[in-house]
């Protein structure tokens, strides 16, 4: 009687392999769009992210899944754990010496294009070994001839194409989504540290689609800012977000919503002053209800302050996003009348352990309460990250300690809660 592989092991190689391609084509998304939409600073701090966690995904191979592999007594799967292992002990070495020379935001700046192309040369490195394990494991599996129909795959019994989906494909299926309304707010919440509420929430896209399942919204937003489809998606959020807005308002519970506006928008200059215009005045939320939030390289354009100075004059606020990855500029906080400033998650994460992340926290805080600012922690993970950024006097904070972005009626349910506790409360 043939013994069957491990579930917990081919289960454990498919999201694990669907995961590392599913982070190399988002890396691939940012350096499609990095000379173009981004930043060098950005550019920086969102690939130092995405392949931090390709590091950890190696060494989650390493310890995790090839044991698991060995625990399946067929002496030839044992032979390729073995053999793999040493082989992903060679890429994971590879790959960790290329991120600790990561080039800077100066760096890339400089030299874009041998950027993008030595980091495309990495990730072509660590596909083909993937590809390699995959092309190996494969016909191991099918040869024990273990399952009822002979044949077992880590992936079911073929491969599933729709794990892939071409660029080509999801440009097709996101215009369609963007003319159904397939493409949703969910709503991450803004929590007031002092006053120890929601105040608040970020709307942040999300798309499921029927064929293709769920999107990761960097890889879609990518697309949709190569192809011209971003201030489409860019006003069915805004409408959909005042939408919401404006019905927890009616039935009691309101709060304010911020939402990120992109410089292909703003480019529109006064057409997308209008279009804000005519979205709020059709959803009946009030301006002071509504922030936009745009990154320090947009307010750095002094071609856009004519439309910023519109959005200002309505009454609607405008956050600076992502503050401290790009520019930096005092020049341009005094310049235009933003009235939030959003400390980057990069200046969180090794908070409080980290004295000198502590002291630049500290010092935006104070520059951003000193031009009469709120100031935005984000990506706050932890309660002694909290701790930190109360003791420094940071107004909100946001991140997955607080929660997660929520469907439209989840959050609803969290403001309907918070205001029956404090009614309780008094």
């Keep these: 009687m043939s013994i069957p592989p491990p579930a917990a092991a081919t289960d454990s190689f498919r999201r694990h392999h669907h995961q590392m391609r599913d982070m190399m084509g988002r890396i691939r998304d940012i350096l499609d769009v990095a000379h173009v939409s981004l930043d060098p600073g950005a550019v920086a701090t969102i690939l130092r992210e995405l392949f931090g966690k390709f590091s950890i995904h190696l060494a989650l191979e390493d310890r995790l899944l090839y044991p698991k592999l060995r625990s399946w007594p067929v002496p030839h799967l044992q032979a390729i754990a073995d053999r793999f292992e040493v082989e992903m002990g060679g890429m994971k070495a590879e790959f960790d010496r290329y991120r600790r020379t990561w080039p800077g935001p100066q760096a890339i700046s400089r030299d874009p294009a041998r950027f993008v192309a030595e980091t495309s040369t990495v990730l072509a490195a660590l596909e083909q070994r993937i ?62 540290i002092f006053r120890k509420r929601i105040i608040g929430f970020e709307a942040l896209a999300r798309w499921s ?87 320090e390289g947009v307010m750095m354009e002094p071609a856009l302050r004519g439309v910023i100075d519109a959005l200002t004059g309505m009454g609607i606020g405008i956050a600076i996003d992502d503050f401290g990855t790009g520019y930096s500029s005092l020049a341009y906080l005094k310049r235009f009348s933003a009235s939030t400033v959003k400390i980057d998650k990069s200046f969180i994460d090794d908070m409080p352990a980290a004295l000198d992340s502590c002291i630049l926290v500290d010092a935006i805080i104070r520059l951003g309460h000193g031009l009469g600012m709120t100031v935005v922690a984000e990506g706050v993970e932890t309660a002694e990250q909290v701790e930190a950024l109360e003791l420094a006097g940071c107004d909100l904070v946001q991140g997955y300690t607080i929660a997660p972005a929520l469907a439209g009626p989840q959050a609803f349910e969290s403001l309907v809660a918070q205001d029956r506790r404090l009614a309780d409360a008094v």
């Design 131 to 192: 590809n390699r394990e995959d092309a190996d494991l494969y016909p191991s599996f099918e040869a024990t001839a273990c399952a009822p129909a002979g044949r077992i795959t880590l992936f079911g019994e073929e491969p599933d194409p729709r794990a892939v989906p071409s660029d080509e494909q999801l440009t097709e299926a996101l215009g369609r989504a963007l003319r159904q309304g397939g493409v949703t707010p969910f709503f991450q919440p803004k929590f007031d």
């Design 209 to 295: 689609d029927p064929h293709w399942g769920a999107i990761p919204p960097i890889r879609f937003i990518a697309i949709a800012e190569r192809t011209g489809l971003v201030s489409a998606l860019g006003e069915a959020m805004l409408a959909a977000s005042c939408r919401e807005a404006a019905r927890w308002s009616a039935e009691g519970h309101a709060a304010s919503i911020a939402v990120n506006v992109s410089p292909h928008q703003l480019n529109q200059g006064n057409g997308f002053a209008a279009m804000v215009s005519s979205v709020l005045d059709e959803t009946g939320l009030p301006p002071a209800s509504l922030e936009l939030e745009m990154t």
